[in-house]
C-alpha cells in the first residue's frame, strides 16, 4: 500500500472513532453542505484543468477570493456560483436530497 493509502486508511479510522461521539457527529454534519459545496468548486477546477489564476481572469472574481471559496473563509451566495460555472464552462445544479443515516 502506498503512503498516501495509509495515510488515508488512517484518516478513515480517525473519523470513524470521531463519529462515536455524538456532538462530534452532529458538528460533522452540520459543516457537510459547506464541505459539498467547497469540494464541488475545486473538483470542477481541476478537471478542467483550471487554476484560480485562469479562473479568475475568466470570471474577473479576484483570485483571492477564489481561494478564499475553497479554503472555507467565505461563503459563496448563488450568483457567485453561477459566475464560477460560467467560468468553467458548466452550468450550477442545486439539488435536494434525502437524508441517509449516518453509521457511527
Known amino acids: ?5 495509509k495515510i488515508e486508511m488512517k484518516l478513515q ?3 470513524q472513532n ?3 461521539d455524538s456532538e462530534f457527529a452532529k458538528a460533522y454534519e452540520e459543516v457537510q453542505p459547506e464541505m459539498n459545496i467547497i469540494r464541488a468548486i475545486i473538483d470542477a477546477r481541476i478537471a478542467k484543468n483550471m487554476t484560480q ?3 479568475s481572469n475568466k470570471t474577473g472574481i479576484n483570485q483571492s477570493e477564489i481561494s ?3 479554503n472555507g473563509t467565505r461563503n459563496p451566495s448563488i450568483k457567485l ?3 464560477l460555472a460560467e467560468g468553467m464552462d458548466m ?9 441517509t443515516l449516518s453509521k457511527p
Open 53 to 55: 489564476k485562469d479562473l
Open 1 to 5: 500500500m502506498s503512503r498516501k493509502g
Open 91 to 99: 452550468v450550477l445544479d442545486v439539488s435536494f436530497k434525502e437524508k
Open 13 to 15: 479510522e480517525y473519523k
Open 68 to 70: 478564499k471559496l475553497e
Open 18 to 20: 470521531k463519529m462515536r
Open 81 to 83: 456560483l453561477q459566475r
